[in-house]
């Protein structure tokens, strides 16, 4: 895309928030991005703009059909006040897998990393650096025609916000408590389950409330079909080390080709570890366990990087893994990577992108 974007400054700046004292995702930066696509036309009028509230008509279509992805990403400031983003061509690539799914036409990839490096770089002094803080970036893309009717939408706009956040479980790094869900059903292999939409997510509230009401952090999905093989965490892909080999289950349609996913195993297979993707039971977890052989177990997210897992319950089973303490692959991994993030540690794997 050749269209040059246009930037309109705010002239009504906010006050800074208290970056010690971040939650996640709640407090929001001057500007957005904002480009439109009209059928025959594509993709269209990119700007930045002061961040506000946007005007849509009722019959808008993401409000009926709920026709919409989006992304997650964040920007780090280094100690020598650099600007990186980790892996952002991964996040317009996978934005594209969704954006296919759904019918919703594809956004030029070194174009979106332009978008996301120009609203950084205006806002990036909301970029907080003290530990376990970034900058949340989240694109997305909602379908905009005025009209009550399934179909795919004629008309779209890609959207780009920011947020200074902190960690995204309360726990931090400290392991989390999860629950295994054997009642309800987020995704089937020909579903959607594999795009970064929506829908996914409202169909995971009612489990992640009941499980919140019971004392548990987040839900562990097992398949929808035979309810015993381990999808993901509703936020996080999921890594078990059993008897010192780390599994994490396949992508097979149902689970999000997580970006953190992908740079655990390409970083633990570097330093050595066996590192396997296959279906795996939750029977098998629980076994492992009381054989003695599960060493540990976490969860890897945009969102949280690395999650430790410290516990599992399984209708009246409840197992402590580790003794509820971050074991030494789920610390090397969260320290290697957010080192990288941060650039503190040397990045070898080519996988950071200075914002100029």
Same mark, same amino acid.
């Given at each position: 895309m050749s269209e040059k974007i246009k930037i309109t400054r705010t002239t009504n700046p906010k006050e800074r928030a208290d970056f010690s004292h971040l939650g996640f995702g709640q407090i929001f930066t001057d500007h957005m991005f904002i480009m439109d696509y009209t059928e025959g036309k594509g993709w269209h009028d990119p700007r930045v703009v002061p961040y506000g509230p946007l005007s849509? /008509?009722?019959? &808008?279509?993401?409000?009926?059909?709920?026709?919409?992805?989006? %992304?997650?990403? @964040?920007?780090?400031?280094?100690? =020598?006040?650099?600007?990186?983003?980790?892996?952002?061509?991964?996040?317009?690539?996978?934005?594209?897998?969704?954006? /296919?799914?759904? &019918?919703?036409?594809?956004?030029?990839?070194?174009?979106?990393? %332009?978008?996301? @490096?120009?609203?950084?770089?205006? =806002?990036?002094?909301?970029?907080?650096?003290?530990?376990?803080?970034?900058?949340?970036?989240?694109?997305?893309?909602?379908?905009?025609?005025?009209?009550?009717?399934?179909?795919?939408?004629?008309?779209y706009m890609f959207i780009i916000i920011l947020s200074p956040s902190g960690s995204y479980y309360k726990e931090g790094i400290n392991p989390v408590n999860i629950y295994v869900e054997d009642k309800y059903v987020r995704a089937v292999r020909g579903g959607i389950g594999f795009a970064k939409t929506p829908g996914n997510y409202a169909a995971s509230l009612k489990s992640q409330m009941e499980a919140k009401e019971k004392g548990f952090t987040q839900v562990l999905w097992l398949d929808g079909v035979h309810r015993k093989y381990i999808d993901e965490v509703g936020t996080m892909n999921v890594f078990f080390v059993i008897d010192n080999e780390v599994i994490t289950p396949e992508l097979n349609g149902c689970i999000l080709a997580g970006i953190t996913r992908a740079s655990t195993i390409e970083l633990l297979r570097d330093k050595g570890y066996k590192v396997t993707e296959?279906?795996?039971?939750?029977?098998?977890?629980?076994?492992?366990?009381?054989?003695?052989?599960?060493?540990?177990?976490?969860?890897?997210?945009?969102?949280?990087?690395?999650?430790?897992?410290?516990?599992?319950?399984?209708?009246?089973?409840?197992?402590?893994?580790?003794?509820?303490?971050?074991?030494?692959?789920?610390?090397?991994?969260?320290?290697?990577i957010t080192g990288i993030q941060s650039g503190r540690l040397e990045d070898k794997y080519n996988w950071t992108v200075e914002v100029v």
């Amino acid at each position: 895309m050749s269209e040059k974007i246009k930037i309109t400054r705010t002239t009504n700046p906010k006050e800074r928030a208290d970056f010690s004292h971040l939650g996640f995702g709640q407090i929001f930066t001057d500007h957005m991005f904002i480009m439109d696509y009209t059928e025959g036309k594509g993709w269209h009028d990119p700007r930045v703009v002061p961040y506000g509230p946007l005007s849509f /008509d009722p019959s &808008c279509m993401i409000f009926h059909y709920g026709q919409a992805i989006f %992304e997650g990403l @964040k920007a780090y400031k280094t100690d =020598d006040g650099r600007v990186l983003l980790f892996r952002p061509e991964k996040n317009m690539e996978r934005t594209n897998i969704s954006n /296919d799914r759904l &019918c919703i036409p594809p956004i030029d990839v070194d174009f979106g990393i %332009e978008a996301i @490096k120009t609203l950084v770089s205006i =806002d990036k002094d909301w970029i907080p650096h003290e530990k376990e803080t970034s900058l949340y970036i989240r694109p997305f893309i909602i379908a905009t025609d005025p009209y009550i009717g399934v179909r795919p939408s004629n008309t779209y706009m890609f959207i780009i916000i920011l947020s200074p956040s902190g960690s995204y479980y309360k726990e931090g790094i400290n392991p989390v408590n999860i629950y295994v869900e054997d009642k309800y059903v987020r995704a089937v292999r020909g579903g959607i389950g594999f795009a970064k939409t929506p829908g996914n997510y409202a169909a995971s509230l009612k489990s992640q409330m009941e499980a919140k009401e019971k004392g548990f952090t987040q839900v562990l999905w097992l398949d929808g079909v035979h309810r015993k093989y381990i999808d993901e965490v509703g936020t996080m892909n999921v890594f078990f080390v059993i008897d010192n080999e780390v599994i994490t289950p396949e992508l097979n349609g149902c689970i999000l080709a997580g970006i953190t996913r992908a740079s655990t195993i390409e970083l633990l297979r570097d330093k050595g570890y066996k590192v396997t993707e296959r279906e795996i039971a939750i029977q098998e977890v629980f076994g492992a366990h009381a054989a003695g052989k599960l060493n540990e177990a976490f969860g890897a997210g945009t969102a949280a990087v690395i999650s430790p897992i410290g516990g599992l319950t399984w209708g009246d089973k409840s197992i402590v893994i580790n003794n509820n303490e971050i074991g030494k692959i789920s610390k090397l991994t969260y320290d290697t990577i957010t080192g990288i993030q941060s650039g503190r540690l040397e990045d070898k794997y080519n996988w950071t992108v200075e914002v100029v």
